[in-house]
């Protein structure tokens, strides 16, 4: 083989096999190195690159406007949900203030057995509806009549019946770290749970 067919031919500038072989690396007309051929090119590259960054914008725009529009809904659905639980609790707060006056508390009894307070005594139900649980708030007071101490007693029946009208049901409790400075001590309805 020819040695000088293997060799790559060097090509001059101005020659017309360099116009020929690379048509786009023609130099501009400042001398400051190869332009395209389209004089536009440019403008239409700026033209590509902004058109991509304004798809881009509102892309992520679409985004964070759907994340925001699936926040507020989860927000307000949370609100709704808070709104009914406070309607629910609005309505069993009534029903219990109504009711809680049919609800009496007789034979109580307060003894001190060996540094343990045993209150015992019992419900009676004077009302139409049927309750399942009452809860019951033991107050302490000293002489004052200030309030030292607060213990909570459910009383519940021992089958699981409801407590009818005029039935009544005992109840009894033991305090083993009741205040030795309570003078006075009060037992009242609370809260009560009712029948459905």
């Known amino acids: ?30 001398g400051s190195g190869p332009r395209h051929p389209d004089p536009y090119f440019r403008m239409k590259v700026i033209i590509v ?49 109504a009711y809680k006056d049919k609800l009496d508390i007789k034979s109580l009894r307060i003894r001190n057995v060996d540094n343990v307070l045993k209150i015992s005594g019992y419900i009676q139900n004077t009302g139409k509806r049927e ?34 009208r005029y039935q009544r049901r005992k109840f009894s409790l033991s305090i083993e770290d009741a205040s030795d400075t309570a003078k006075e001590i009060q037992v009242i309805v609370s809260d009560i749970e009712f029948s459905l």
Request: glycine content about 2%; aromatic content about 6%; charged content about 30%.
């Open 131 to 164: 309750v399942n649980d009452v809860i019951m708030t033991v107050y302490f007071m000293d002489e004052n009549d200030l309030l030292i101490d607060t213990r909570y007693h459910t009383a519940s029946s021992s089958d699981g019946s409801p407590l009818k």
């Open 1 to 30: 083989m020819n040695k000088e067919n293997n060799e790559e031919k060097v090509v001059d500038e101005g020659s017309d096999e360099y116009k020929r072989r690379l048509p786009f690396l023609r130099k501009s007309k400042s």
């Open 49 to 97: 690159v902004m058109i991509a960054v304004v798809l881009a914008l509102a892309i992520f725009n679409l985004y964070q406007h759907r994340q925001n529009v699936a926040l507020e809904n989860a927000s307000i659905k949370h609100m709704e949900k808070m709104r009914e639980q406070q309607i629910k609790l609005d309505k069993h707060v009534t029903e219990v203030i």
